[in-house]
């Protein structure tokens, strides 16, 4: 069975400090895909990043920046420079081939001025 | 904004009545899919539709029914509520039938509160 676990339930840091998302996935297959998802005060998720199991690049953008290892099962996610418009509830996703998406508990991250 | 529109955004009832949601895709997505998200449960996806068929189902209760379109749109039917029914409703699209490798756009959700 799949399982995804972010084992920090709420992190708070001071603006313009770096924070790093933890997550950690447990799969038998070989092939699937690791989501993350952001779902701010409003309410909706908003996609951020897909990463397959074959790619084990790290990717960049922005002020965004994802660290996959495959050799620990992890995904993990940092935010460089936080901002308040970083608060929010960070979800990692994991999905297998003829399986339905399967999230995370979730990391609430509150961003101080 | 993802492209997913769902209404209403909010919705207040009572125990034993029956209410109705609904979801538009994406443009151009095929399969919809409905999960809940509860404080204690977390997401919990329910179920996908993709082109007006039934594809895969999660944790569906049986008072619980769902159905997609001609148009793509699709409604979820929640029947003899409950207080614990009380939760966000979110649909998402993606453009195919959901394979691993598909990314789930989400709608803005419908917050249900059961009194």
């Known amino acids: 069975a799949q399982k995804v676990t972010q084992a920090q339930t709420e992190i708070s840091v001071v603006e313009k400090e770096d924070v790093t998302l933890d997550c950690v996935y447990e799969?038998?297959?070989?092939?699937?895909?690791l989501f993350w998802y952001k779902q701010p005060p409003s309410g909706e998720l908003v996609f951020l990043i897909r990463r397959n199991s074959f790619d084990e690049q790290n990717e960049i953008s922005g002020r965004y920046s994802w660290n996959f290892q495959k050799s620990t099962s992890s995904f993990n996610f940092t935010i460089t420079a936080s901002q308040v418009v970083d608060s929010a509830v960070y979800f990692c996703a994991l999905r297998v081939y003829g399986q339905n998406f399967v999230f995370g508990p979730g990391t609430r991250l509150s961003v101080l001025p | 904004d993802s492209g997913v529109t769902q209404t209403p955004k909010h919705l207040i009832t009572a125990t034993g009545q029956r209410v109705t949601l609904r979801c538009s895709p994406r443009s151009g997505d095929l399969s919809v899919y409905w999960y809940q998200q509860s404080l204690d449960q977390g997401l919990q996806f329910l179920i996908q539709y993709y082109n007006g068929e039934e594809r895969a189902k999660g944790n569906i209760l049986e008072r619980f029914s769902a159905q997609q379109f001609p148009d793509l749109h699709s409604e979820l039917n929640l029947s003899s509520l409950e207080l614990g029914d009380s939760a966000l409703y979110f649909c998402?699209?993606?453009?195919?039938?959901?394979?691993?490798?598909?990314?789930?756009?989400f709608g803005p959700g419908t917050r249900l509160l059961v009194l």
């Open positions: 998402a699209s993606s453009v195919g039938s959901g394979g691993d490798q598909e990314t789930q756009y």
């Open positions: 799969t038998r297959d070989t092939t699937y895909y």
